[in-house]
């Protein structure tokens, strides 16, 4: 069964990328890896979702390298408003698999 | 459209009571989980139920932990004889699809739960 690992905090500044990675192993080849992003008093909302190679969409890009151990988003230039806890969530063989979560502290 | 709706969005209980939390899926989504979700903490998987199948109950923590989802629409899940330890978020959220499919959950707001 696949697992995720997920840092616990990062810090960066308005106009930086941000690039957080999750390690999942024992992924399967049509595991779909899903990041979500939590904002406080909120419940998560969706942000992007691939299974392998790079998916884009307007908000991120998700990196999966050929030996799907591992999956980064990337996040472009955030701003102060991109301060929240983003999971990862591994969709394998009918189980959902979350991390644990990474707090993301944006810096003026 | 509506997005997913919980209630009530604050409960306070007293030890030892049972409580309901509910909660309106998305229109048509076929798949509706629970989530608790304590202070400072992830996601923990409650209960998972998908159009007609038999639910998901992998994850309630003890048998004071039910869930029922009437016509495929609402669902409400019920806490007997709560304790301290319960206190946390409860996210509901559904999707349209099950699992095995790549899939979008959506959530509601959550029922902050606080059992003094």
């Known amino acids: 069964l696949a697992k995720t690992t997920q840092p616990i905090s990062m810090d960066s500044y308005e106009g930086q990328e941000v690039n957080i990675t999750c390690s999942h192993n024992n992924i399967a080849t049509n595991d779909y890896i899903t990041w979500y992003q939590q904002f406080p008093s909120q419940g998560p909302r969706f942000i992007i979702q691939g299974y392998k190679t790079k998916v884009t969409n307007e908000v991120a890009s998700l990196f999966i390298p050929a030996d799907r151990k591992s999956s980064t988003l990337s996040l472009p230039r955030v701003s102060l408003s991109d301060t929240a806890v983003y999971y990862c969530l591994v969709d394998s063989n009918y189980q959902l698999i979350w991390g644990a979560g990474t707090k993301l502290i944006i810096k003026p | 459209g509506a997005g997913v709706s919980q209630s009530p969005s604050n409960k306070v209980t007293e030890k030892g009571k049972d409580v309901e939390l509910r909660c309106d899926p998305i229109?048509?989504?076929?798949?509706l989980y629970w989530y608790r979700q304590s202070l400072g903490q992830g996601l923990e998987f409650l209960i998972y139920f998908q159009g007609n199948s038999a639910p998901d109950k992998s994850g309630l923590p003890s048998d004071r932990f039910s869930a029922e989802r009437t016509g495929g629409s609402v669902s409400t899940l019920t806490i007997q004889r709560t304790q301290q330890e319960d206190s946390a978020v409860y996210l509901c959220?559904?999707?349209?699809?099950?699992?095995?499919?790549?899939?979008?959950?959506?959530f509601g707001p959550g029922t902050r739960l606080t059992v003094l």
């Open positions: 959220a559904s999707s349209l699809a099950g699992g095995g499919l790549p899939d979008t959950q959506y």
């Open positions: 229109s048509g989504h076929t798949a």
